[in-house]
């Protein structure tokens, strides 16, 4: 279904945009068998790689939740050349070598006491919310003394929210601004709509089995109904708003 709801809408690598992130997904205490997250909690963890401006995902993959998002990040595919973002839950030195290897441009942010060895200063742009524009090194090990495989010079840009919280904005593309590295990062957005949207609308906030392999199915069906609705949606012009969309085909669905 990716690979149909895709065809007709590639482009050129360098304007192709991946979000990755995961979403959890509980589930009550009769899933512990498989899903046991702590002491009586029990989830799952759906993680995506999404095309926001295809509106869909490119892959989806199902764990129990206490797979880390880095673990699960390590099997998805990765398109040479295309742009990833992605949060903090993908803070591995080695995958992001990886990924600046296959020419991937990266998005992502550094935590707060992460050291950065400064090598440039970039002048940023007078009353933006770009506070900095460094070119430098990250650190060369990662936690617990593993050395660090990605040791290519890095672009810090310093952000300002309107909320007063200053981002650390980590990327590999050193001839971009600052401000279209802070735009990309900004995208992120996108993929919490999305799981949003999927969960509220298709129903995956409750649970009809309790195995792995029902909840596994149930998320499955789930991702196929939104890209059949995208699809039949990218059929017709008369109704633009996907929610609005979406609740036209259920009142309609067994009327000719």
């Not at 702590?38 to 999404?50: F, N, R």
């Not at 290897?101 to 707060?112: D, E, G, H």
């Not at 070119?135 to 909320?163: C, M, W, Y």
């Not at 909840?215 to 708003?241: D, E, H, K, M, N």
Request: proline letters at 4%.
């Amino acid at each position: 279904m990716i690979g149909r709801a895709h065809r007709g809408l590639r482009r050129s690598l360098a304007e192709t945009t991946y979000l990755i992130d995961a979403t959890g997904l509980r589930l009550d205490a009769r899933s512990l068998d498989w899903a046991r997250f702590s002491e009586g909690v029990c989830g799952a963890k759906l993680h995506v790689v999404y095309d926001p401006d295809a509106d869909r995902p490119i892959y989806a993959a199902i764990t129990p939740a206490r797979v880390n998002d880095i673990t699960a990040a390590q099997a998805m595919p990765i398109e040479p050349g295309a742009t990833y973002v992605f949060d903090l839950g993908y803070y591995d030195y080695a995958w992001w070598a990886k990924l600046d290897a296959a020419q991937c441009r990266i998005v992502t942010r550094l935590k707060s006491n992460t050291p950065f060895a400064v090598v440039e200063e970039l002048a940023v742009p007078e009353g933006s919310a770009i506070l900095a524009d460094r070119i430098g090194h990250l650190p060369a090990r990662q936690g617990s003394g593993r050395n660090n495989p990605f040791q290519d010079a890095v672009r810090e840009v310093r952000v300002k929210l309107d909320t007063g919280k200053v981002l650390r904005i980590l990327s590999n593309d050193l001839d971009a601004s600052a401000q279209e590295i802070a735009d990309l990062y900004k995208r992120r957005w996108a993929i919490e709509l999305f799981f949003r949207w999927v969960k509220q609308t298709l129903k995956i906030r409750r649970f009809l089995g309790i195995s792995e392999n029902a909840v596994r199915i149930q998320i499955a069906v789930a991702l196929i109904a939104f890209l059949l609705l995208r699809l039949a949606q990218a059929g017709q012009q008369a109704v633009t708003s996907p929610l609005a969309f979406a609740r036209l085909v259920r009142l309609n669905l067994m009327h000719r």
